[in-house]
């Protein structure tokens, strides 16, 4: 199994990066952790097939994170798609995604597609499973508009991925990534303090808690990106693949 960074930029463009979204492959998974605006050029400049893509999960309702889908559903509708895809994300999604539908492409929420689109809201804590991903969501805190918020516990192929998502420091991290093969992390700022999002002083106090095998900052301000060749840590960038 793989995940490929398709992106790992914020909301700003800082770096120059393209907005949230990650790309997992294996023996029987292919799904997309969030889709950020910019999901459709990210991916075609990486050369990734899309119409294998079978579930995508959304973490929040912010466009950095979501509002590549009515790009997605355009391209599939194009593409001539026809293997059904599975979009799962926080209560509210459905409404979220009709809404973001019109609002960039008029009556396309209504277009009839050729292949079996399935929209499932997922609640904290409920595990639910998707062909062979457990998706496990946890409550995260990222301010107030633009939720529900959550950060994913996936298993698949015998490896546990963690996403903490867009989130300030918040103990549910602790169980969403404890042990993970694979924990990737907000690390918006050094270790300036703000609301809704995390510094990485903040997480780097609890790692010995989360004590995840693997760890990947993602989602950097330019605070970050100007300190990247200074860090103890591995950083995303776009195109980055990390096997499992
Ligand atoms: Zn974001
Ligand atoms: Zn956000």
Same mark, same amino acid.
């Given at each position: ?17 393209? =907005?949230?979204? #990650? ?5 029987? %998974? =292919? ?17 990734? %097939?899309?119409? /294998? ?17 009515? #790009? @997605? ?23 979220? @995604? ?8 008029? =009556? ?6 050729? #292949? ?24 995260? %805190? ?22 903490? &998502? ?13 042990? &993970? ?14 609301? =809704? ?27 970050? @990106? ?5 860090? &103890?840590?591995?950083? /995303? ?8």
């Amino acid at each position: 199994m793989q995940l490929r960074f398709v992106g790992c930029g914020d909301a700003l463009g800082s770096g120059g990066r393209y =907005n949230t979204c #990650f790309h997992v492959t294996g023996e029987g %998974v =292919n799904f997309l952790i969030d889709c950020g605006a910019s999901w459709l050029p990210a991916l075609k400049r990486q050369g990734v %097939v899309r119409d /294998a893509i079978d579930l995508i999960l959304i973490t929040h309702f912010h466009g950095d994170h979501f509002a590549g889908l009515p #790009f @997605l559903l355009l391209d599939a509708q194009f593409s001539r798609r026809t293997r059904p895809l599975v979009i799962a994300g926080p209560e509210g999604i459905e409404t979220r @995604l009709t809404q973001v539908m019109e609002a960039l492409f008029q =009556n396309s929420s209504r277009t009839k597609q050729r #292949f079996e689109l399935s929209v499932v809201a997922l609640k904290p804590g409920q595990t639910r499973t998707f062909g062979a991903v457990n998706v496990t969501p946890y409550p995260v %805190v990222h301010g107030e508009s633009g939720g529900p918020f959550l950060g994913y516990r996936l298993e698949a192929e015998g490896r546990v991925i963690a996403y903490s &998502a867009d989130t300030e420091w918040t103990e549910t991290l602790i169980p969403l990534g404890r042990d &993970a093969d694979l924990f990737i992390a907000e690390a918006y700022y050094y270790d300036k303090i703000v609301k =809704n999002h995390l510094s990485l002083k903040t997480l780097e106090a609890h790692l010995d808690e989360i004590r995840a095998k693997r760890l990947v900052l993602t989602h950097m301000s330019d605070d970050m @990106l100007g300190r990247l060749d200074t860090l &103890a840590y591995t950083a /995303a960038s776009d195109g980055m693949v990390v096997e499992l």
